[in-house]
């Protein structure tokens, strides 16, 4: 049910992107939530950080924080929640956009102007009524990623739930969502987002 949700674009940049999986080393599967390709990063010592868990409203509010778990969680959470009321299979993609900058930026405008074939997941979502949304969400920085006082890689994950009203909605098994990122800090205003998805 939730196959639309996943970018057509990630797909074609997964292999591109698999050497950077490798390079970030010790972080094990996932290194930054969603993003980090460029490796420009000296060790830091911090130790394993969560992110606070945010309520629902700050959640979706798709603003960017000055925590980059916080902004983590809130990527997540844009990104795996759709419903049946949204103007179109894409919404999404303008509810995280303050959230990115770089590539990740660049990747979801494309997205957003090109991405409109989605298969037949949208309209199954809209027939059966669906509302598609992700809970238990963890964002944490391993304490083996490189990071500078500007850039972090964060991992995030997050249990997506499908749920229908309509008799034709179909029932989806409960998914489970990861994402390595690498978060950057943006100069004008001191705050978190998101700049490439790793993985």
């Known amino acids: 049910m939730a196959e639309f949700l996943e970018p057509d674009l990630q797909r074609t940049r997964r292999a591109r992107l698999r050497w950077a999986a490798a390079a970030v080393g010790g972080c094990g599967i996932l290194t930054v939530g969603v993003l980090l390709a460029t ?3 000296t060790a ?13 409203a700050a959640a979706g509010a798709a603003a960017p924080s000055d925590d980059p778990l916080v902004t983590a969680h ?18 999404w ?12 930026a660049a ?17 199954r979502l809209v027939t059966g009524r669906c509302h598609v949304t992700v809970t238990s969400i963890d964002a944490v920085i ?8 500007d850039r972090v890689a ?18 989806a098994p409960v998914e489970h969502t990861a994402a390595t990122l690498t978060l950057t800090r943006t100069t004008h205003d001191g705050l978190w987002r998101v700049h490439e998805r790793l993985y």
Do not use: I
């Open 142 to 149: 391993p304490p083996e990623a490189p990071r500078t006082s």
């Open 154 to 171: 964060v991992q995030v994950t997050g249990t997506v739930h499908t749920r229908c009203t309509a008799p034709a909605g179909a029932a």
């Open 44 to 56: 830091g010592p911090d130790p394993v950080q969560s992110a606070p868990p945010p309520d629902r």
């Open 93 to 104: 993609t303008h509810r995280v956009a303050p959230l990115l900058t770089g590539p990740a």
């Open 107 to 123: 990747d979801n405008d494309r997205l957003a102007v090109h991405g409109e074939d989605t298969g037949g997941g949208w309209t």
């Open 39 to 41: 490796g420009l990063f």
């Open 74 to 91: 809130r990527w997540l959470y844009s990104t795996r929640t759709v419903a049946h009321t949204d103007t179109h299979a894409l919404a």
